[in-house]
């Protein structure tokens, strides 16, 4: 294939997330609005751009209140750090459509260089003759690299909430016109 623009079907993609809670159990949690530019050849990303952004205040862990809380001067602080953004900066061949993907995360207003493992799923039109291609990744980063260290200790010993947070990300993308 050649180098197209791929901009992400977000009916038929997620980015997920887990964080340690009282270091026994995980939360999870969703994003709902995201966008994302590739501008690669699918079956060779080495020479791909990519440009990923999240919507913040669209995070949903399945409860209001935390929900609400992960908004505010707390956490992600929405009101004045509205999105993540990643950008691409390098990627290297790990295996056959495997990749690591190289890039600026920019969150709370920190950026910093962060590597996802980054899967081609492969390609094919849909039911309207539209060229469709499939990713899937997975990563991870420390919540307090980007200043985001509300925490409370347990009587127990140890925290609240974990400083990993793990990101999986299953992406279909439709060719640009």
Do not use: C
């Given at each position: 294939?050649?180098?197209?623009?791929?901009?992400?079907?977000?009916?038929h993609?997620?980015v997920?997330?887990?964080?340690?809670?009282?270091?026994?159990?995980?939360?999870?949690?969703?994003f709902?609005?995201f966008?994302?530019?590739?501008?690669?050849?699918p079956?060779?990303?080495?020479?791909?751009?990519?440009?990923?952004?999240?919507?913040?205040?669209?995070?949903?862990?399945?409860?209001?209140?935390?929900?609400?809380?992960?908004?505010?001067?707390?956490?992600?602080?929405?009101?004045?750090?509205?999105?993540?953004?990643?950008?691409?900066?390098?990627?290297?061949?790990?295996?056959?459509?495997?990749?690591?993907?190289?890039?600026?995360?920019?969150l709370?207003?920190?950026?910093?260089?962060?590597?996802?493992?980054?899967?081609?799923?492969?390609?094919?039109?849909?039911?309207?003759?539209?060229?469709k291609?499939?990713?899937?990744?997975k990563?991870?980063?420390?919540?307090?690299?980007?200043g985001?260290?509300?925490?409370?200790?347990?009587?127990?010993?140890?925290?609240?909430?974990?400083?990993e947070?793990?990101?999986?990300?299953?992406?279909?993308?439709?060719?640009a016109?």
């Open positions: 294939m050649s180098t197209s623009k791929w901009l992400v079907d977000a009916t993609s997620s997920d997330f887990t964080i340690k809670h009282m270091m026994i159990a995980k939360v999870k949690g969703t709902h609005e966008s994302a530019e590739i501008e690669a050849d079956t060779d990303l080495t020479t791909a751009n990519i440009q990923f952004n999240i919507v913040l205040a669209s995070i949903d862990t399945r409860n209001a209140d935390r929900d609400n809380h992960l908004r505010t001067g707390d956490f992600f602080d929405i009101e004045k750090y509205p999105t993540l953004t990643f950008q691409s900066t390098s990627i290297s061949k790990t295996g056959d459509g495997e990749y690591d993907v190289v890039g600026n995360l920019n709370h207003g920190l950026t910093r260089s962060e590597t996802f493992h980054v899967s081609y799923e492969g390609t094919g039109k849909d039911p309207w003759g539209n060229e291609v499939g990713f899937s990744g990563g991870s980063f420390r919540r307090s690299d980007f985001l260290t509300y925490n409370a200790v347990l009587e127990t010993g140890g925290v609240l909430i974990g400083d947070v793990k990101f999986t990300i299953e992406i279909e993308a439709g060719k016109n």
